[in-house]
């Protein structure tokens, strides 16, 4: 039995596909005339109505790109499964693609071995997930035209930013009832931040267009488990203080800044007590000081009176 992928391993991985797609186009020039004959003989023995003809010329030129060893596999392989669980689904109408998909496969290998490269990353895409990838796909797409366009009038390529708004915003409802932690809501996500990240060039068509970010902000979530959570009825929070960790942190600072004065008065009373004491100390100093100054000043007073009267006489 194939391998089912899940909503997670793809989803995620949906930003890259853009440049991987660009690589895949550009390869594809005219139709190899070494690929075609191994292509009619895979679309013989699968479907005999040569619809899968040109899908396999484009899997094995781009097989050849992977083999470039600069180029990255990995990306290509998720990127290459993608684009044949599309092409399987397209075909095969019915409800399960299994049986359509494993014969695509392993006849595919049968004729091209190649393929085994990419063999820990061919995985069965479940109808529904396919469906919204190829949606949000088709997003990056049409946005990437928007932005590359030259000139966005006669490029005639701004009616792809309705397009894209329409598609993002029919999941609004899905990603903020409850779903915002999906797989499929995360993709969106990214998919706002690609815009986000353009959003000058996006907006040459519409100024006031905007992709709204369906993401629950942390602080909601997390006070939408504190309210939910039971263990936490027997200490409800200051009203004054909404959140414990404000009070705490306001506390905390109100107690340093007493520290702070406190420390302050103390240092001031210290500087205070050392200038007395040091006065105290230099007292006796100072006044023997003065008392010996204001003797030899009376002698010197003395001596130049004695000089001035005989110098008279």
């Known amino acids: 039995m194939m391998d089912h992928s899940t909503g997670k391993e793809y989803y995620q991985y949906l930003s890259s596909f853009l440049s991987c797609k660009k690589d895949f186009d550009q390869i594809i020039i005219h139709k190899d005339r070494d690929i075609l004959p191994k292509c009619n003989t895979f679309d013989s ?56 998909y494993k014969t695509f496969i392993e006849t595919f290998r049968s004729n091209y071995s190649d393929l085994n490269i990419c063999k820990d990353h061919l995985k069965l895409i479940p109808k529904e997930i396919i469906g919204n990838m190829k949606k949000i796909y088709n997003m990056y797409i049409k946005l990437d035209k928007v932005i590359n366009a030259t000139d966005i009038e006669n490029d005639n390529v701004c009616s792809n930013v309705d397009e894209c708004y329409k598609t993002y915003m029919s999941y609004e409802s899905d990603c903020k009832e409850g779903g915002h932690n999906s797989e499929l809501c995360n993709a969106l996500e990214k998919f706002h931040d690609y815009f986000l990240l353009y959003s000058n060039l996006v907006m040459r068509c519409k100024d006031d267009i905007t992709f709204p970010s369906f993401k629950v902000p942390p ?45 302050g008065v103390k240092s001031s009373n210290s500087k205070t007590a050392t200038a007395i004491s040091t006065t105290l100390l230099l007292f006796p100093t100072l006044f023997t000081l003065y008392k010996v100054c204001k003797e030899f000043l009376s002698k010197q007073k003395s001596g130049v009176q004695i000089i001035i009267i005989y110098i008279q006489n």
């Open 45 to 100: 023995q699968i479907s005999g109505n040569h619809v899968f003809v040109d899908p396999c010329q484009r899997i094995i030129k781009y097989l050849k790109l992977m083999q470039n060893g600069s180029y990255n596999k990995i990306d290509g392989c998720r990127y290459l499964n993608f684009y044949i669980n599309e092409q399987v689904n397209s075909t095969y109408r019915n409800p399960s693609t299994e049986v359509p």
């Open 219 to 263: 602080e909601e979530a997390h006070d939408s488990d504190e309210s939910d959570d039971p263990g936490d009825s027997h200490s409800p929070p200051d009203p004054q203080h909404p959140h414990g960790h404000s009070y705490t942190a306001d506390s905390l600072e109100m107690r340093d800044s007493v520290v702070e004065e406190d420390s």
